[in-house]
T-cell receptor, first 115, second 111 residues
Framework: DTGVSQDPRHKITKRGQNVTFRCDPI?????LYWYRQTLGQGPEFLTY????????KSRLLSDRFSAERPKGSFSTLEIQRTEQGDSAMYLC?????????????FGPGTRLLVL | DQQVKQNSPSLSVQEGRISILNCDYT??????FLWYKKYPAEGPTFLIS?????DKNEDGRFTVFLNKSAKHLSLHIVPSQPGDSAVYFC??????????FGPGTRLSVLP
């Protein structure tokens, strides 16, 4: 399977703990995106990378959130001191941008529940 | 401020009939629009897209129409099949950046 993969698929944690999610994009894709989705809403943009450079961060991404893509391949999203409001589905997507018409391909998501 | 709106949270259609899902946007800088389909416990799956230089794009049973003056796009599915039952998201971007998604419409195709 050469699609976008995310690990873990589910995570339950206690408030105040740190969690880290991993995303492996489609291999030739140079862009990688993180989104958050809550019930009844569409995906909300968090941040994106072009190769290893983090080019944009949403104001939704508080100081407790950090994302990395150290070698321009896989990416990690860490949430420190989790809060109950962080409970959501965290989606990763990747794309290849040869022109202005970009299509993002999504992974299955990591569902986070903060107790 | 929702830049991409899908005002119908849900839609039910009989199998074999046409499904029409609507999407409105407010940002005139959007130049690329996409539809995604999402099944429970899966990530969104790309369905079809359209550039702002076109007003129609067709792929099999799926056709997307864009009306730039009205800032409106629609997805037509003909004929609808039970396997089309899913949540459909409209998304828009500017120069391949700043992707914004609508809240989704849940389509139920009844046998």
């Amino acid at each position: 399977d050469t699609g976008v993969s995310q690990d873990p698929r589910h995570k339950i944690t206690k408030r105040g703990q740190n969690v880290t999610f991993r995303c492996d994009p489609i291999s030739e894709h140079n862009r990688l995106y993180w989104y958050r989705q809550t019930l009844g809403q569409g995906p909300e943009f968090l941040t994106y990378f072009q190769n290893e450079a983090q080019l944009e961060k949403s104001r939704l991404l508080s100081d407790r959130f950090s994302a990395e893509r150290p070698k321009g391949s896989f990416s990690t999203l860490e949430i420190q001191r989790t809060e109950q409001g962080d409970s959501a589905m965290y989606l990763c997507a990747s794309s290849f941008l040869p022109s202005g018409e970009e299509t993002q391909y999504f992974g299955p998501g990591t569902r986070l529940l903060v107790l | 401020d929702q830049q991409v709106k899908q005002n119908s949270p849900s839609l039910s259609v009989q199998e074999g009939r046409i499904s029409i899902l609507n999407c409105d946007y407010t940002n005139s800088m959007f130049d690329y629009f996409l539809w995604y389909k999402k099944y429970p416990a899966e990530g969104p799956t790309f369905l079809i897209s359209i550039s702002s230089i076109k007003d129609k794009n067709e792929d099999g049973r799926f056709t997307v129409f864009l009306n730039k003056s009205a800032k409106h796009l629609s997805l037509h599915i003909v004929p609808s099949q039970p396997g089309d039952s899913a949540v459909y998201f409209c998304a828009a971007s500017t120069y391949g950046q700043n992707f914004v998604f609508g809240p989704g419409t849940r389509l139920s195709v009844l046998p």
